[in-house]
């Protein structure tokens, strides 16, 4: 795990996986690979933070 690494509450992460400088998880994602670009990420499994986002909001509007 790389320096400036910020974990949100209930993340998980599995074994023998690398986490590169300046990575955020947001709360309640598990990083199941390598995270080899800094920035933040969210989800199960872990993905960057805007492609989370657009799963999130797929899933509102198939819902209504």
């Known amino acids: 795990m790389g320096d400036y690494v910020t ?7 599995r074994d023998h996986v ?3 400088s300046k ?6 994602s598990c990083v199941t690979k390598d ?7 969210g989800g199960f499994p872990a993905v960057p933070i805007r ?4 799963q999130v909001a797929s899933r509102c509007q198939t819902v209504k």
Do not use: F, Q
């Not at 995270?35 to 990420?41: S, V």
């Open 7 to 13: 974990l949100g509450g209930r993340v998980g992460v």
């Open 18 to 20: 690398t986490i590169v």
């Open 23 to 28: 990575v955020r998880l947001a709360a309640a």
């Open 35 to 41: 995270i080899n670009k800094p920035g933040d990420y």
């Open 51 to 54: 492609e989370w986002r657009r």
